[in-house]
Structure formats: C-alpha cells, structure tokens
C-alpha cells in the first residue's frame, strides 16, 4: 500500500503530483491492467492458420482492386 504525507505548506496539486509519481513507479497500475486484459497464448496451429488467412484475403483483395471489381469503400466477407 502506498501512503504520501503531506509536507508542510504543500498544496493539495503537490501532494496529488507525487501520488501519482509514486503509483507509477511501482507499476501497481500496470500490474492491474496486465491481469485485467490478460489473453492466454494462442497454439502455433493457431497462429499460423490466422496469418494464412490473413494473407489469403489480402491477395484476394489485391486481386481484386487490380481488376476494378473492388471500390475502397467494399470490404471482402468470408
């Protein structure tokens, strides 16, 4: 837990200011935001089928704006 005092003759904005320093250099608030949105690893497999399908539409979306069948605004549904 950290805990600031007041110093005296301090304003409530300095004592705010060095809270706040002292959050941050103990990465309390970064440790929460990493559980908080953690994923779990994805599986090789599962990697390389997502690049493989991420590379396949954007061929097939190339392809396609190079023969004039695909305005900017269309996008490429399964």
Known sequence: ???VKRKENESFDGLLRRFNKRIQ??????RLKEDRFYQKPLSDLKTKRRAAKKTELR???EYLKKI???NDITTIKK
């Open 1 to 3: 837990m950290i805990e």
């Open 68 to 70: 004039g069948r695909l």
């Open 59 to 61: 061929e097939k979306r």
């Open 25 to 30: 250099q103990s990465r309390i608030l970064q």
